[in-house]
């Protein structure tokens, strides 16, 4: 047999097998990686459901929307909230399943939230590669502020969901023009702008794009046009809410740019700041955020022709959705607050994907994720850890408390009333004012905050101090009942903005007495 014409027809055969058994060796390492990838998401986000308290926002959720009937549901988000009703009623089946729970309710935001993990994975290869998917599946898996709303039993987790799908299926649509890419984008928005008003943002950049640069504008108008329908019927509903201004008023009560300076960094470090009563971290977010500036400069810098246009397209989309709401708040619409600008964080960290995914800086590319994401999930593990970087503890205040033995007043933060109040699973607790006749004071306080001599008036003195979290509770006591003005009770110096007072425990048989 001739040697050399037998190695040819070997080199005919196998050379194809190995290149093919390459191919499916990579495929199989990026698959394995993308589920490694998810089970971080998972174990940064279930594991911790439960060790925090219910917040100020989630105690509507769970104590006034949620309990009852559909139809009291569908009644409370209109007079009460200020989202959309998507999110309550997937969490009112969610919840008559798994109760209403700490675990239970939360499950659902952070199945949301890792769920976002994979479609992340599938934008990054609409945008080029694996490369570009993995470190962008990885950044949303460890991003503080995605995880932190993942723990959350309200509608953002929801919408980063739905509003990453519909920039999925917006990219393939840019790219194919096929109708069902474009019907999905059009399912995925309308279902975004139902769980939250502000992913109608990037929703419109996104039909912009898809009007204008479709080689098949008429699909593109009739898909722009079913989500404009789809979310028309939300329109009454957002103006009812906006009429109930006792729950809204507030967001312009920030400055702007202390809200966008705010917004930075949260997205860097989660909501460690202004959130749960504590001064906003800044310095924390510096080293994310020159890793994020570095992804974003290998694209403009290093990145390639198409890598840049890729980069500019998902940067109009997070810019846009910070713009848009900046302008109506400079009209005068101000509704702006860090977590309402969520529909911004996925466009941004794929731009920041695109970076270090370049070709002629791989390895400087690779060295920044790494670090961005093992930065990130050690610092998931520090919040973890640490009272201050989380929710006060409200449920754990209320263990503190115990039943009152009298009538009882309680100083805390005025966000805290509704929380502490569930937790104490008293109906007689409540805010009150004018004066009432107490023989124990209760003063809640946080980060070295603590009453001035003379707020407390004698014959009260301190009898107790004890922890709970990253809150103190210091116990005032008097031997006889007196008459105590609620107004000098807010004034209590307790570290918090400002404070309210829940009173509770009148003797048996006696109501508490109120002039």
């Not at 393939?172 to 474009?182: I, K, M, Q």
């Not at 070295?448 to 707020?455: I, S, T």
Request: proline share 6%.
């Amino acid at each position: 047999m001739d040697t050399t014409a037998a190695a040819g027809r070997i080199g005919e055969l196998d050379v194809p097998q190995i290149l093919g058994a390459g191919t499916f060796s990579r495929r199989h390492a990026f698959a394995w990686a993308l589920a490694g990838t998810v089970l971080i998401g998972a174990a940064v986000r279930f594991p911790t459901l439960g060790l925090q308290s219910y917040h100020h926002d989630e105690i509507v959720t769970v104590a006034k929307v949620l309990p009852g009937s559909l139809h009291h549901m569908l009644a409370e988000v209109r007079s009460s909230e200020s989202t959309p009703p998507l999110y309550y009623f997937l969490a009112w089946i969610w919840a008559h399943v798994f109760g209403l729970g700490e675990v239970g309710l939360r499950s659902l935001s952070a199945i949301c939230g890792i769920a976002t993990i994979p479609v992340a994975y599938l934008i990054g290869n609409e945008l080029g590669r694996r490369r570009v998917g993995l470190p962008l599946a990885a950044m949303v898996a460890v991003n503080p502020m995605l995880i932190w709303y993942s723990q959350e039993a309200r509608a953002y987790s929801l919408m980063v969901l739905l509003g990453s799908a519909a920039l999925l299926f917006f990219l393939r649509a840019r790219r194919t023009g096929a109708w069902p890419d474009l019907l999905a984008w059009a399912a995925c928005s309308a279902l975004a702008i139902a769980s939250h008003y502000f992913a109608a943002f990037p929703v419109m950049i996104e039909a912009g794009w898809l009007v204008l640069a479709s080689g098949r504008r008429h699909r593109a108008l009739a898909a722009t046009c079913a989500v404009g329908l789809a979310a028309l019927p939300l329109v009454p509903l957002a103006l009812a809410q906006a009429s109930h201004t006792s729950h809204i008023d507030w967001f312009a009560q920030t400055p702007l740019l202390t809200t966008l300076r705010d917004t930075a960094a949260s997205f860097m470090i989660g909501e460690t700041g202004r959130l749960i009563a504590q001064t906003p971290r800044t310095i924390y977010a510096l080293a994310p955020g020159l890793l994020i500036a570095l992804g974003i400069a290998l694209v403009i810098v290093r990145g390639q022709t198409a890598g840049r246009r890729r980069g500019l397209l998902l940067g109009s989309i997070a810019v846009g959705a910070v713009l848009i709401p900046v302008a109506a708040a400079l009209a005068g619409k101000n509704y702006i607050m860090e977590r309402n600008l969520l529909p911004a964080l996925v466009p941004l960290l794929a731009v920041v994907a695109i970076g270090f995914a370049v070709d002629r800086a791989r390895r400087v590319g690779l060295a920044l994720a790494s670090l961005l994401v093992a930065g990130w999930l050690v610092f998931a593990g520090v919040v973890a850890a640490t009272p201050s970087l989380q929710r006060p503890d409200w449920h754990g205040v209320a263990v503190e408390l115990g039943p009152p033995a009298g009538a009882r007043a309680t100083v805390t933060w005025s966000l805290g009333m509704q929380p502490l109040s569930y937790y104490l699973r008293d109906g007689s607790a409540s805010s009150r004012s004018g004066r009432v006749v107490v023989k124990q004071i209760n003063v809640i306080t946080i980060y070295g905050g603590r009453p001035q001599p003379g707020e407390i008036p004698a014959p009260f003195k301190l009898a107790e101090v004890s922890t709970a979290g990253n809150v103190k509770d210091l116990e005032y006591r008097s031997p006889v009942p007196t008459r105590i003005s609620i107004r000098s009770l807010r004034r209590t110096r307790t570290g918090f903005r400002t404070n309210g007072v829940l009173v509770d425990g009148p003797p048996p048989g006696q109501p508490l007495v109120r002039y």
